[in-house]
């Protein structure tokens, strides 16, 4: 069954550097997404991504946070300066389109800053 | 703007047993509701969804839900768990919009099922 993968599993960082958090979607989908959670906390929606745009995306998705789906496979969140809490499990998701309201979402990449 | 309350974050329940988990919604808008579930180092797995039509949806692994208009619920049941239902359960919504579909996710409950 396809799936949605993420690399790398755990990701550790300074404070200040860049990361990039890769993701790659099942392959004839158009919706892309990223999520966030925090520990202990809820899941919250970043961005989302249709016909190499962002669709929509959320207050945290701040000048620091920017997504690219350079080779038609693969779909990256850039955070350009790392912050200590941006630590987070960060979740890639992807849709058929977007009358599926079918989100199947990568293991995640666990991102600790320090 | 959306927002899901589970107001349980953890549920015990013995193997068998049946269990419901909680789940009310606040939108100034039409919305359809999931049920996620999130095992142990994985990604969230769709368990089900209400998008119209029957307020009685089944999903996956023998979980259904019910969507209750006037009380703003949607509660997930099983009449019988099993030990591999050990997970974290997520509601959450998604309005009515064209484009894509951002979720709006509860804070999770986590099920325990023992022996």
């Known amino acids: 069954e396809p799936e949605v993968t993420q690399t790398p599993s755990h990701q550790v960082t300074q404070m200040g550097q860049e990361v990039i958090l890769r993701c790659v979607p099942i392959?004839?989908?158009?919706?892309f997404y990223w999520y966030r959670q925090i520990l202990g906390q809820k899941v919250e929606f970043l961005v989302s991504f249709y016909n190499n745009e962002i669709s929509e995306k959320s207050e945290i998705f701040d000048d620091q946070f920017s997504v690219e789906r350079p080779d038609g496979s693969n779909f990256t969140l850039k955070i350009r300066s790392t912050k200590l809490e941006d630590s987070a499990m960060y979740f890639c998701a992807s849709e058929t389109d977007s009358s599926s309201y079918e989100q199947y979402f990568g293991p995640g990449t666990r991102l600790t800053v320090t | 703007a959306q927002s899901v309350t589970q107001l349980d974050s953890q549920v015990p329940v013995f193997e068998e047993a049946p269990v419901e988990l909680r789940c009310n919604y606040s939108?100034?808008?039409?919305?359809?509701l999931f049920w996620y579930v999130q095992y142990p180092n994985q990604g969230l797995q769709l368990l089900l969804k209400?998008?119209?039509?029957?307020?009685l949806v089944k999903g996956i692994n023998g979980f259904e839900a019910e969507f209750n208009k006037s009380q703003t619920s949607f509660h997930l049941r099983k009449p019988s768990v099993h030990i591999s239902d050990t997970a974290e359960y997520f509601c959450?919504?998604?309005?009515?919009?064209?484009?894509?579909?951002?979720?709006?996710f509860g804070t999770g409950t986590q099920l325990k099922v023992e022996l």
């Open positions: 209400y998008l119209s039509g029957s307020t």
């Open positions: 939108s100034s808008v039409s919305v359809y």
């Open positions: 392959s004839n989908h158009l919706y």
């Open positions: 959450a919504v998604t309005r009515l919009t064209g484009g894509g579909n951002k979720l709006t």
